[in-house]
């Protein structure tokens, strides 16, 4: 038999092999079929703080429709308090600091979620007594001044979730 016949040959037996079953693959080293168990908790964590980031540009929502019925005659007005949500297009520029400076004590992602968090509730409880104020004295900067750090926390601890989801999670 020549050469050319063997190999014909020896392609024609690989040809007519079976596929191996699922369960001969896995105990070959093959990667096993993606699963969410054990991955609950961590998605109900991420769930939660996305969640607490959402509430105030939420807020920031109901207000911006407030200030276009106030300024409804005035579109620098309205224009100045859309300033305030240019930290989440922006993120890109601190980001990069926010991946690399941390306490090793409370962990990357945690040394900025937390402080973050911490100050988004403290810009809340100033705001919430005094936004009524805002709106009788048409203070619109102090507004976009108040919203804009709202939303320059929440950019930062979206960065730090989105870093912590991405080690947190599976691949």
């Known amino acids: 038999q020549s050469s050319s016949g063997r190999d014909a040959s020896a392609g024609a ?26 991955e609950y908790g961590n998605i109900c964590l991420l769930l939660l703080l996305y969640i607490m980031q959402a509430i105030p540009m939420g807020l920031f929502g109901v207000v911006n429709m407030e200030v276009k019925e106030l300024f409804k ?17 922006l993120k890109l520029l601190w980001a990069p600091l926010v991946d690399s400076i941390y306490f090793e004590r409370m962990g990357r992602r945690k040394s900025w979620m937390v402080p973050a968090q911490l100050a988004i509730g403290c810009v809340l409880l100033y705001l919430a007594p005094r ?5 009788a004295a048409r203070d619109v900067s102090s507004l976009t001044a108040l919203f804009f750090l709202l939303y320059f926390l929440c950019a930062t601890q979206d960065i730090a979730v989105d870093g912590w989801a991405l080690t947190m999670l599976r691949t």
């Open 73 to 89: 005659d005035s579109f620098s007005e309205q224009g100045t308090f859309m300033l305030a949500a240019w930290p989440f297009s």
């Open 13 to 38: 037996s690989k040809a007519e092999e079976k596929p191996k079953s699922p369960e001969k693959r896995k105990s070959r080293g093959k990667t096993p079929e993606p699963s969410l168990e054990g």
């Open 131 to 135: 936004i009524e104020g805002f709106f």
